[in-house]
């Protein structure tokens, strides 16, 4: 089926002609139209046919559309990103009253086409792709101006130039013929203070001229004065402002698989798993999400090959309990937030290579695998635990099915698992006047058959491995302090399985009614999920070689990733790629230092983030320069409104105000209007 591509431009220019001919020679099977309309705001392109029906607005998302054909025999994606959005840039020139632009080429982009070319004869190989039409786009009428010293300095690139002029630069005058004219504008008039004679002036200026001589002898009273009828601007249609106001510039390489490369700087990202019961809040956003999120778009600007996995952690005994409390699966509940959860982190335009789940059955190979090796290593011990059970309920209680003060800091509403009051982590055992979750009867202490993790044995291995990760990989000192703080106690064998139904199953006799406990579980989520994103999962995961693993996560979560999941990876004893850097954050509390909390619902939560009508972009901005790196910070609506006024509308503001109006001012009175999508609320 053919395919039409419309090309729709305010004024029918040489980039637009060459453009069109350039990708219709390239595909035969598209026909080109190209349309001059003066009231379109900015080039557009409209696709039918072919499986496609699109309006792509601006001259980048165009071409970011024709090189997503080609980048599959790309060498390198992010190269094809730095040709379309950095090959060349505009450099204004002011001398007086006078403002010209001038396109500046990037050397550094250049030299590494330079490079390629030298090489074979076209940017992705032996034939003539879009990504060679977008280079000849952006640079051929620069080179041309200097044109004998670019066959000396870079002598490939003109010879891919003059390739592309043979097909399409003869063929232009004959090609143009095809389309409708564009209506020109009358001319500029002269500048004020300007020389010419009256004869000169354009017809509209001299008209003016005229008529304010005839009403000049009538004028007397200058509130009489006339004033001139205001030039009507082209409106903008209702679906273009809404395209413009859902547009925001995607990386090429989203959605495409990413795999590990010899020749680049291999960066896995990953952030502490939420967990799947409620919904996020902003703590959690800014302590591991979005965290995560600015350091792989910095990786990614740097051009190292990166990838950021994320997901909802989904098993364990809270999942469980809300379960029965809402008399649903614990499956239900889980695809009820995991959705909750996408679309919260879609909002705040956290951008991840794959955001996915660990209820699947990726998670429970991964898992099984993991510990079956580590049974085998005989880094796995048996015991009996005595643990609260209800005979209400007549089933043992697991970490969060029970509740109490804690034995610390007489915190009483402590969860079995962990204490919000003072972060220490507890055993059910331990709790004060403990609870059952489900009916609040008080439990009675029996004994159960567990397995542990031989953290005592494996502990010479991590000490080595903690000494010199955490110098190489520059770890951020709360975590050093509690991973030494761990070590310097002694480590003593750590139970990895619990007595629930909601879980990966332990494939061992005697277990068979077991799951392992979530903190083995939830860690060797980071590598289930990234084999779910992709079957060459290994070359990440099993590279300490060539790839740098680094995590994102709160300081609660420090411990099971500097000491539980790489003493499980350490002891299975198959080439897990380790922890190379660690960044974790204090807590952001609440107004008047209350804690954020999904239990307690304390906090602002990303839902209700969102019905503030507050973009996403100003709460990004906030919790960044609100992190809590070295201490507690704490989130308060008054000083939300004072940083949005006096830092973005007041500095940031003003600067974009005082760009617009100089490039009004000195560049023809430019309509900004479509630029600005309407915004009905302030702030």
């Known amino acids: 089926m053919t395919t039409t591509y419309t090309y729709i431009f305010s004024e029918l220019d040489k980039r637009a002609l060459i453009g069109a001919l350039c990708l219709e020679l390239l595909h035969k099977d598209i026909n080109f139209k190209v349309v001059t309309s003066p009231s379109c705001p900015l080039e557009t392109l409209l696709i039918k046919g072919g499986g496609e029906d699109k309006k792509l607005l601006g001259f980048y998302t165009i071409i970011q559309h024709f090189l997503a054909k080609s980048i599959v025999s790309a060498d390198d994606v992010e190269f094809s990103w730095r040709i379309a959005y950095g090959l060349t840039s505009l ?53 041309e101006k200097k044109l004998d010293k670019y066959k000396t300095s870079h002598p490939n690139i003109v010879k891919l130039l003059d390739k592309i002029k043979a097909q399409v630069v003869k063929p232009t005058e004959e090609y143009q013929q095809r389309f409708p004219k564009a209506k020109k504008d009358d001319k500029k008039p002269a500048e004020k203070g300007g020389d010419k004679a009256k004869g000169d002036k354009p017809k509209e200026e001299a008209k003016k001229e005229e008529t304010k001589k005839e009403e000049k002898p009538a004028a007397a009273d200058k509130s009489a004065k006339a004033k001139p009828a205001a030039k009507k601007k082209a409106e903008i249609d209702p679906e273009t402002l809404e395209i413009l106001n859902k547009c925001k510039i995607r990386r090429l390489t989203k959605g495409k698989e990413i795999l590990p490369r010899a020749d680049k700087k291999n960066i896995l990202i990953t952030s502490a798993l939420p967990y799947v019961n409620n919904v996020p809040h902003l703590g959690n956003i800014i302590g591991c999400v979005l965290s995560a999120d600015v350091y792989a778009r910095f990786c990614r600007l740097r051009g190292y090959n990166t990838i950021y996995i994320c997901g909802t952690d989904e098993y364990g005994t809270a999942t469980e309990t809300k379960a029965l409390k809402e008399n649903k699966t614990p499956q239900e509940i889980c695809d ?3 959705k909750i959860h996408k679309e919260c982190y879609d909002w705040f335009d956290c951008d991840f290579d794959y955001f996915g789940r660990t209820s699947t059955e990726q998670q429970t190979k991964a898992c099984q695998d993991i510990f079956l090796k580590l049974h ?17 309920c007549n089933r043992f209680l697991a970490d969060r099915f029970v509740h109490g003060t804690c ?30 979750e489900l009916c609040n009867s008080t439990p009675v202490i029996k004994e159960t058959k567990h397995l542990f993790l031989d953290l005592p044995t494996i502990a010479p291995e991590l000490e080595k491995w903690v000494e010199e990760s955490s110098v190489k990989g520059g770890w951020s000192n709360n975590s050093i302090q509690t991973t030494k703080t761990w070590l310097k106690q002694g480590l003593k064998p750590r139970c990895i399985t619990r007595d629930l139904k909601w879980g990966v199953s332990v494939p061992l006799a005697g277990y068979e009614n077991k799951v392992f406990y979530v903190w083995f579980d939830a860690p060797i989520g980071y590598i289930s999920i990234t084999a779910n994103y992709t079957s060459g999962w290994e ?7 060539n790839v740098k693993l ?14 539980i999941f790489p003493s499980t990876l350490i002891g299975s004893q198959d080439n897990y790629t380790l922890l190379h850097h660690i960044s974790t954050t204090e807590y952001l509390n609440y107004e008047a230092g209350l804690m954020f909390s999904k239990s307690r619902g304390t906090g602002v939560f990303a839902d209700a983030a969102r019905e503030t009508r507050i973009l996403p972009e100003v709460w990004r901005y906030y919790l960044l320069i609100n992190r809590p790196e070295q201490s507690d910070t704490e989130f308060n609506w008054e000083d939300l409104a004072t940083k949005i006024n006096n830092e973005l509308v007041a500095n940031l503001g003003n600067l974009c105000n005082r760009s ?6 000195k560049f023809d009175k430019v309509d900004f209007k479509f630029i600005f999508p309407k915004q009905s609320k302030k702030y």
Request: glycine share 4%.
């Open 376 to 392: 085998k290593n005989n880094l796995l011990v048996e015991n009996t635990l005595t643990q609260p059970h209800c005979d209400t």
């Open 91 to 143: 450099k204004t020139i002011v001398k007086g009253k006078k403002t010209s632009t001038k396109i500046k080429l990037n050397k550094s982009v250049l030299g590494e086409l330079e490079t390629i070319l030298a090489k074979q004869p076209y940017l992705t190989g032996k034939n003539l792709s879009e990504l060679d039409i977008v280079t000849f786009i952006n640079i051929n009428d620069t080179v």
């Open 660 to 665: 617009l109006k100089f490039i009004y001012d």
């Open 550 to 563: 680094v995590q994102f996560m709160g300081k609660d979560n420090v411990p099971f990733h500097t000491v």
């Open 407 to 436: 034995p610390h800091c007489q915190y009483n509403d402590a969860r079995g698992d962990q204490c919000d009051g003072c972060d220490k982590l507890l055993e059910p055992t331990e709790l004060i006047n403990p609870k059952c």
């Open 539 to 545: 070359q990440w995961w099993k590279n300490q070689e």
């Open 336 to 338: 009820y937030y995991h």
